[in-house]
């Protein structure tokens, strides 16, 4: 078995680390495991047996691997982590989408997926350039959500409007122009896409122009909310009314 | 002038780190602004200038301090700083309250100030023990939104129950009795409280009979959401009932 680096982008692997996600991943995606990592120090509790049983029925092997462990996750203490390989998912076409335009922080992102996942908006669409899915610290965000979720990327928006230009789109925008409230009543039995911009510069201007635009008021003593609160409030509007139609 | 220390938790001042966050301090409370810390590596943008210029407005002291800067502001490039006057809030007892409970985390905390001003929840309350609200970090997530805001510490629960036992209060659980779209039609013209317990331990299980308790409905493929996403979401949804009364 070849050794174990520190992630970087390209690797075809990436780590699960925390007990949490890492047994989200061998639960979601046994096939996807390649190795559960622990350190010497762990515990053994309850949802430890419950990991390792997990992996030994699906022949997932299972080494001790402190200095991997220390190596992989910086400062952070981490003693179980999961070593899984990277896919690109596929959309379930029935269910409504999230696209993240140009996402810039791992913080964001893994807290969004594990949102969209509690809400059962399971297609992700990531419009590249964008912060890496696949990033640990992305992974770990997500409670390993991510794992539940189909994730795919894409090159640029067009690529993705090759595929999906009959979805009806809502972009949330701070010159969006419909409130909020107003927007989920237009939503009916078909799916449809969330589409959230950038940490700092939001969606392009001419977002606002495609499908329906939507805005969160808010009042003008803040410049804008946090993307992973915008994404959350829109998701669970759009879930709650999505859900009343079914 | 005394020497400027490192931030910790007992320092009478803190540090409004970051061109927005100083900005909105100087604006919101000059009074409690004691000196502006600029690096000599700052450009002159117009925000820059316009930073300045309210400083001199105030009275307030600008002088470059490469120094102290990286000191306070750790690993992070950091080219401005208002040095603040730390101050216990008053509350306005004609708008509603937020109840941080045994908050733990700098970042979920100032974000969650910052969607609670934008959504003219200006009364927070924090009930101890809890992370510092005025540590540097909560005070960038929040953007600076906490110098338009009402803070208040309270030692206990029973302590913050002392003074506002006839507040309705709606505390935000996993098992709330109510879903949260049938928790906002209980809403009147009076001001109530939204509480919000530990990242990782949620409110102590007789909150579920203070009040009404409310569960923001998602599936079981998640744990919880994440602190601020579920304050964002209740805060959001609380805000639109209470405007359609007013």
Same sequence: chains 1, 2.
Avoid: W
């Amino acid at each position: 078995m070849p050794k174990l680096e520190p992630y970087y982008r390209d690797l075809p692997y990436s780590y699960a680390t925390g007990l949490f996600p890492a047994t989200a991943c061998i639960k979601a995606c046994p096939e996807r495991c390649q190795r559960l990592l622990l350190s010497s120090k762990l515990r053994m509790t309850e949802d430890v047996r419950t990991l390792i049983g997990a992996c030994e029925a699906a022949g997932v092997r299972t080494e001790q691997a402190d200095h991997v462990l220390e190596r992989i996750s910086r400062k952070e203490n981490c003693f179980a982590a999961m070593v899984y390989e990277k896919a690109e998912g596929v959309f379930d076409d029935r269910l409504p989408q999230i696209i993240l335009y140009n996402p810039s922080d791992t913080g964001n992102m893994g807290t969004i997926l594990r949102t969209a996942l509690g809400m059962d908006f399971r297609n992700i669409a990531i419009i590249r350039p964008a912060v890496d899915s696949d990033d640990p610290r992305t992974v770990r965000a997500s409670m390993g959500a991510m794992f539940s979720l189909n994730v795919r990327h894409f090159d640029t928006f067009s690529r993705y409007l090759d595929e999906y230009d009959q979805v009806p789109m809502y972009p949330f925008m701070l010159d969006g122009s419909v409130p909020l409230a107003e927007a989920c009543r237009t939503v009916g039995k078909e799916p449809f896409a969330l589409v959230f911009g950038n940490e700092a510069t939001g969606l392009p201007a001419n977002f606002v122009h495609m499908g329906t635009s939507v805005r969160i008021p808010h009042n003008d003593e803040i410049d804008s909310l946090n993307l992973a609160v915008a994404a959350g409030i829109g998701i669970y509007a759009f879930a709650q009314a999505f859900k009343a139609e079914h």
